[in-house]
């Protein structure tokens, strides 16, 4: 069974840093786009930093932006997400995903079919 596991969210205050884990423990990441998504209380998932292993290319969300980055351990087949400079706005269940699809629309959740459990992440004072 394909599986997903994150780890790494928390209570942090504001102009704060976390940095997320995503573990795979079924299957080689490297042959996957990977992403990582968001989804806070009331509002749809969305998108926050994707991978594309095609060609390597990542996409942000705009209001992440030279906040967060996007990292993989091919080794440790883990991907990671480094939040800087957190704001209340950034409270979330964040999950890590896998597109396992031919053709896929970068960072957009319909298109992602493998999920972890997700891992909360609360900014506040």
């Known amino acids: 069974q394909v599986q997903l596991v994150e780890s790494g969210g928390g209570l942090v205050q504001p102009g704060g840093s976390l940095t997320l884990s995503c573990f795979a423990s079924t299957f080689d990441l490297r042959y996957y786009a990977v992403g990582w998504f968001r989804q806070a209380p009331g509002k749809e998932r969305e998108g926050v930093a994707c991978f594309n292993n095609g060609d390597f290319s990542k996409r942000y969300a705009d209001d992440v932006k030279g906040r967060f980055t996007f990292s993989r351990d091919v080794a440790k087949n883990t991907v990671y997400l480094q939040m800087n400079n957190l704001e209340p706005e950034d409270s979330a269940l964040y999950y890590c995903?896998?597109?396992?699809?031919?053709?896929?629309?970068?960072?957009?959740?319909?298109?992602?079919?493998?999920w972890g459990q997700g891992t909360q992440v609360t900014v506040s004072s």
């Open positions: 995903a896998i597109s396992s699809k031919l053709q896929f629309r970068l960072c957009v959740p319909e298109d992602y079919d493998t």
